[in-house]
């Protein structure tokens, strides 16, 4: 039973004092828990929050991730996880189909959504009592704090009760990240907390994990900075200085280019929608379709018969989907040319334009990739003189959508233009 279990057992020793505050202080309405690889943030969340909804017989909470298809092997599973420590997994209903946890005693409800489904993600319907807890697990991948104060309109409504926002997150590496400036602002209702993997006790990590961290940051002091540290260690190498992250009004364009790189299990599909201003030498990037495991089909689907009628360049190396989306779905669609030296004149096209703005609540992995595209280093300092193929999906997408418009002006590559 639960009143046998110290959650002092079940949280690092950094959380402690955070947990003691969270029971008495009732004007704290955001935590924001940021660390790095093995902080156990995630765990702290979980257990608080079934913590929350035990104590308050008319507590419910709903968790979200920035995709419905990362729930079930994450959040979904982080929460039976934290039931079973604390030794109530026999009072909860684990259902999948919709995705929630049912607290049987009291109907109390967890409920799991993606933000990739807006209308889903706003509407939550509760047989008993109120939302008093939202949690945004990976905060960073989402669009930004605009799409995420959407969210909370809509489940934190009426009613005086406190009302506690969760946002958990592995600091991306450049400070110009939406997450990593949003943390900064001072707020009186938020709480931000700072943890990594050495405050943890070492047998919940095992030897494996500790030996890894140990040879990365032998190997890569600013990596393991940044992925076991959670610091924000912007190098100075990334790519894109002329990116912007705000709102784009698309009620001023009237040029539209359009791109699409394929991905499936691991790497995620893209399809990016872009209005090309050539006067003034700059690109918004204003919609997005993107995700993992997106077939053609469930594509079509999301895509706006609008777009479907308007060209879009793709990877011409998946001729087999580009001859399906044309032919079963009627997509105007073609493969982008390519050739040698087509990556890194893409990329320093779009390096030379004036401004690249790109809208964070409807774009948020070209916001994401953008912002973090870098140059890499070898172990001794030295800048690898080639773009990285990582991390650069929305890139891929962009340069095939505005390939036609590249020809038109062949920037020469050369270790100069590399900025090296």
Not at 129 to 142: L, N, T
Not at 318 to 344: C, F, H, T
Request: charged share 30%.
């Amino acid at each position: 039973m639960m009143s046998d279990v110290r959650v002092s057992s079940l949280i690092a020793p950094s959380f402690h004092e955070l947990h003691k505050r969270l029971k008495s202080d009732k004007s704290i309405g955001e935590v924001w828990c940021k660390g790095g690889r093995g902080s156990t943030k995630s765990s702290f969340v979980s257990v608080q929050s079934i913590l929350g909804l035990i104590r308050d017989s008319e507590a419910n909470a709903v968790i979200y991730r920035r995709y419905d298809n990362e729930l079930r092997d994450s959040v979904y599973g982080q929460i039976q996880w934290a039931a079973g420590k604390l030794g109530v997994a026999d009072r909860f209903r684990f259902m999948v189909s919709p995705m929630q946890a049912v607290y049987i005693p009291t109907g109390q409800r967890i409920i799991f959504r993606g933000a990739d489904n807006p209308g889903k993600a706003r509407s939550v319907n509760l047989g008993h009592g109120y939302i008093k807890y939202a949690w945004f697990e990976e905060v960073h991948q989402f669009g930004g704090m605009e799409e995420i104060r959407d969210i909370l309109q809509s489940v934190f409504r009426g009613g005086n009760q406190q009302r506690i926002a969760f946002f958990s997150y592995n600091p991306p590496k450049s400070s110009r990240s939406w997450v990593n400036q949003e943390s900064r602002i001072p707020k009186d209702d938020r709480v931000v907390h700072e943890s990594d993997y050495r405050d943890v006790p070492k047998e919940w990590l095992g030897e494996r994990f500790l030996s890894e961290a140990e040879h990365l940051q032998k190997r890569n002091e600013a990596a393991y900075r940044h992925e076991y540290l959670g610091e924000e260690v912007g190098t100075g190498l990334e790519v894109f200085g002329n990116v912007s992250i705000e709102p784009v009004d698309i009620e001023v364009h009237d040029t539209f280019r359009q791109g699409l790189d394929f991905g499936y299990a691991v790497d995620p599909v893209a399809f990016e929608r872009v209005a090309y201003d050539t006067k003034r030498r700059a690109l918004a990037i204003c919609d997005e379709i993107s995700g993992i495991a997106i077939t053609n089909r469930m594509l079509d689907i999301r895509t706006p018969d609008e777009y479907k009628r308007h060209h879009t360049l793709a990877d011409s190396a998946e001729p087999k989907s580009i001859e399906e989306l044309r032919r079963d779905y009627g997509w105007k669609i073609s493969g982008a040319k390519k050739g040698p030296g087509s990556v890194d004149h893409g990329i320093q096209w779009l390096q030379s334009l004036d401004a690249i703005v790109i809208d964070p609540s409807k774009c948020p992995l070209a916001a994401r990739e953008f912002t973090n595209y870098a140059l890499e280093q070898r172990r001794d300092g030295e800048v690898i003189s080639r773009y990285p193929d990582k991390d650069n999906h929305t890139i891929d997408a962009v340069r095939y959508g505005m390939s036609h418009d590249m020809r038109q002006a062949k920037v020469s590559v050369t270790a100069g233009s590399l900025g090296l």
